[in-house]
């Protein structure tokens, strides 16, 4: 089973990050957040409902060990040589919607690519998670509102799926939002750089950024985590910040002040430039890895380093487990 969650270190330091770029926002329209915390909240209802359908007590372990915490009856954890995370089996979680690339590309369950983003291991994992959408979301949802975080949120967590479920082919099942985390962590990326004129502070900004996501992408290498869903949500989520996070630059705001022939225009020409080609990027680069996908391919057949970039293994651990 690999869980696609490790992001409690891009949390904080992504919310930092957000407030001290040098840009002033406090003429812009500030956004009243619901969406992140409509999220949170559903993502822990979810979970509820996995260690209810899960109910160990009942159904018991496959290695026979008494459940964890069995004072909370049918929400009681799986043993912990079964699952550390304290969370369900792997059954219930693919019963539920976990990413199976058999089931997705044999059986045609398409929804799992989504579906699975919602799901999370264990407690641990869900805590994890949340903690990094709740610093994270938020400030992004203020400062560009509901729509293109949920956007961005959603179609990284999708292309982190998709590019998961092209690497991680049987006996593997992934699940957790760290694909659509690291979506939102990439376009915070891309947003310092489509607006790079506006920031004063922009190279200590942009270096704590890259040092940020180069430790969560690192820990993304340890045995099961799924640092393909990881990678592929941050790609998704760099180049989709391109697309929908430029700010309009200074004095477009106050054009109807300006004569008509000294009118800026909205974006200057190099935003345009990097929209118009992370638009192509992303429509190509969705429309190869759908197509390998429900093809069959596996990704591992064309790039044979890449297993690296998920897990290295050492002395102490294997990664075929």
């Known amino acids: 089973m690999a869980s696609s969650g490790e992001g409690k270190g891009a949390a904080a ?14 003429e812009e329209r500030r956004w009243w957040p619901w969406l992140v915390p409509t999220v949170f909240v559903a993502c822990i209802v979810v979970f509820i409902v996995e260690m209810f359908v899960n109910n160990c007590p009942r159904h018991g372990s496959p290695l026979g060990d008494a459940c964890v915490a069995g004072f909370l009856r049918p929400f009681a954890f799986q043993p912990l040589r ?13 019963k539920m919607g976990a990413l199976d690339w058999a089931k997705v590309v044999h059986h045609h369950q398409v929804w799992r690519l989504i579906s699975c983003i919602w799901l999370h291991a264990g407690l641990i994992h869900l805590i994890v998670n949340m903690l990094s959408l709740l610093f ?26 998709v590019l998961s479920a092209l690497f991680l082919h ?14 939102l962590l990439g376009s ?33 290498i340890l045995p099961h985590a799924d640092n393909f869903a990881h990678i592929g949500g941050f790609v998704t989520g760099f180049l989709l910040g391109f697309v929908l996070l ?19 225009r909205k974006y200057k020409a190099y935003q345009y430039a990097l929209l118009t080609v992370a638009l192509l990027l992303l429509l190509v680069g969705f429309v190869i890895a759908l197509v390998m996908l429900f093809k069959g391919k596996n990704g591992n057949d064309s790039c044979h380093w890449c297993h690296y970039l998920n897990c290295v293994p050492t002395s102490r651990w294997k990664c075929n487990t």
Do not use: C
């Open 13 to 26: 330091a992504g919310y930092q990050y957000a407030s001290y770029g040098g840009y002033d926002a406090g």
């Open 82 to 94: 079964e699952n550390p995370l304290l969370g369900p089996s792997s059954a219930t979680l693919e």
């Open 136 to 161: 994270i979301g938020i400030r992004l949802e203020q400062q560009f509102g509901f729509v293109r975080i949920g956007v961005i949120y959603l179609l990284s967590g999708f292309g982190g799926s």
């Open 170 to 183: 049987d006996n593997y099942i992934s699940v957790g939002a760290s694909g659509a985390l690291f979506g």
């Open 188 to 220: 915070m990326l891309s947003e310092l750089i489509m607006n790079w004129t506006i920031y004063s502070n922009k190279v200590a900004a942009i270096i704590t950024l890259l040092f940020i996501i180069a430790i969560n992408l690192a820990i993304g």
């Open 246 to 264: 430029a700010r309009p630059q200074f004095g477009w705001m106050e054009q109807h002040e300006l004569p008509q022939t000294n009118q800026p």
